[in-house]
Nanobody, 124 residues
Framework: QVQLVESGGGLVQAGDSLRLSCAAS????????MAWFRQAPGKEREFVAH????????YYADSVKGRFTISRDNAKNTVYLQMNSLKLEDTAVYYC?????????????????WGQGTQVTVSS
């Protein structure tokens, strides 16, 4: 069983930056591909970013490409999401997730393990 705990959310203004962290335990972190998703009120959970086991390959949703950066520190069993130039529409609960396998999967139903989420609110 893999346990995931997100942190770093908060209330920021449009244009600000925020870094989310996701600490993993209970598995071999360095073998896990990791992903970030988000869910805004009244909307479905959507894919944000994916990183492979080594950190050498990343993939982003078009809506965040160029503004968000996913990274990982395998020595700390932690994956990060650096969010720059935040927009009002980035307001959501952000979740980290992992699954067996290395393929880039953007469908949340395919992920086996989830954190509890961290709230990001962007105000004008």
């Amino acid at each position: 069983q893999v346990q995931l705990v997100e942190s770093g959310g908060g209330l920021v203004q449009a244009g600000d930056s925020l870094r989310l962290s996701c600490a993993a335990s209970g598995g071999t972190f360095s073998r896990l591909a990791m992903a970030w998703f988000r869910q805004a009120p009244g909307k479905e959970r959507e894919f944000v970013a994916h990183i492979n086991w080594s950190g050498g390959a990343t993939y982003y949703a078009d809506s965040v490409k160029g503004r968000f950066t996913i990274s990982r520190d395998n020595a700390k069993n932690t994956v990060y999401l650096q969010m720059n130039s935040l927009k009002l529409e980035d307001t959501a609960v952000y979740y980290c997730a992992t699954r067996s396998g290395m393929a880039v999967i953007t469908t949340p139903e395919r992920y086996e393990y989830w954190g509890q989420g961290t709230q990001v609110t962007v105000s004008s």
